[in-house]
């Protein structure tokens, strides 16, 4: 039986050694002393419907999105072909790394194989098109890759940091990948509150602005690794500012926003370079929350422009802030907000009040109506994504250390017990 490991094919058996390169357009077999490149996917590919089933058959022409959430899928090919005959099969739902599929190829050969040896693909976001090639090599892969330029799953950890006690502090808390808080890590850079946090870089974090007491406002931020690491101070880009908040975009880059009364915005690049200022869209407020939707977009929410408000503001995967769209739910500001099952979000809790109340955004960047509250009501708490598809709120005026877990399916869970020191007016995000 053969083997996938990363994006390339691997058939073993009878002394060949078969493989495609990772960028899926140079065909290599050994003992054939041939290179073939293939630019790209001919045309005239009849797409089918999803398929679920743990087995089907191929129809030459065709090309299948393959959902293997519940199972894998053996594909059977056709009996039969004629050189040029073209199928292509994807990975409908980024699962195939999990449940992959088996090709069957019918009696025919497999890039020199005969269908004694069977063929496995298992990569998440991996797209597969074969072409027959003749009796000799029969079916040959023409592109064997993973997608790169596509959502990951999320993050599987996260981390809670910096706050406000009786004093400023900047301790951190991380987050397992089943939603558990550790105890205290000794402080990393300016104590301070009032800031905001994301994720970027597909795996890490940053910490920015904020608050410090008698020292003002700052613009400083701290870099999280991809291990949890929080880095020490970064010299401040941007104005100075406290309540900002703060999402990810596009997949890898994120944004500050907002803050001190300002609608001013600041990008943050895939390697964790803040930029300078970006003129402001729409209403200026404090105390909102942000975080992203749709895989590679985001949204501010909420906040406070003098009294508190429900308005909102889009953010294109460009990082282009949208004018303020017409408030959903009731207005707050102190609120935190998370991403849950890979395309959405939530926002929740917060004062005036306090509240529990959630409002959840859909994969369209569309917020819903309150839904009834679960847990403790306050404000000034912070949440953020954990285990790729699940978020987790924790914090809060008392202060308090409670937490409460945002299943895949948005649904708000009853308190969790506090760990680590109590405090309000902190932030987090996720990593790794």
Known sequence: MSGIVGSNLNIKGS????????????????GAGVTVAFEDIAAGISWQAVETGSTMTAVAGEGYPINTTSNACTITLPSSASNGDQIIFTDYARTWATYGIVIDSNGLNYQGDDDTFDVEYG????????????????????????????????????????GYTTTYVSMSNLVSN??????????????????????????????????VGAGGNVSLTNLVSSSGVIATDTTGV??????????????DKGIFGYGSGVSMTNLVSNVGVVGTDVTGVGTARYGLAACKYGGDKGIFGYGNSGSVSSLSNLISNAGVVATDVTGVGTARAGLAACGY?????????GQPGPVSMTNLVSNAGVIATDTTGVGTARYDLAACEYASDKGIFGYGNGPVSMTNLVSNAGVVATDVTGVGTSRTVLQACSYN
């Open 238 to 251: 941007g104005t100075a500012r406290y309540f900002p908040t703060a999402c990810e975009y596009d997949y």
């Open 123 to 162: 990569t998440d976001g991996q797209s597969v098109h074969i072409v027959y090639s003749g009796a000799t090599k029969g079916w040959i892969p023409t592109i064997d890759e993973a997608v790169t330029d596509v959502p990951s799953k999320g993050n599987d950890n996260g981390i809670f940091a910096y």
């Open 341 to 349: 099952s890979t395309d959405k979000g939530i926002f929740g809790y």
């Open 178 to 211: 089943a939603g558990v808080v550790a105890t205290d890590v000794t402080g990393v850079g300016t104590a301070r509150s009032a800031l905001a946090a994301c994720s970027y870089g597909g795996d890490k974090g940053i910490f920015g602005y904020g608050n």
């Open 15 to 30: 002394g060949l050694v078969a493989k495609l390169g990772t960028d899926g357009q140079v065909l290599t077999s050994s």
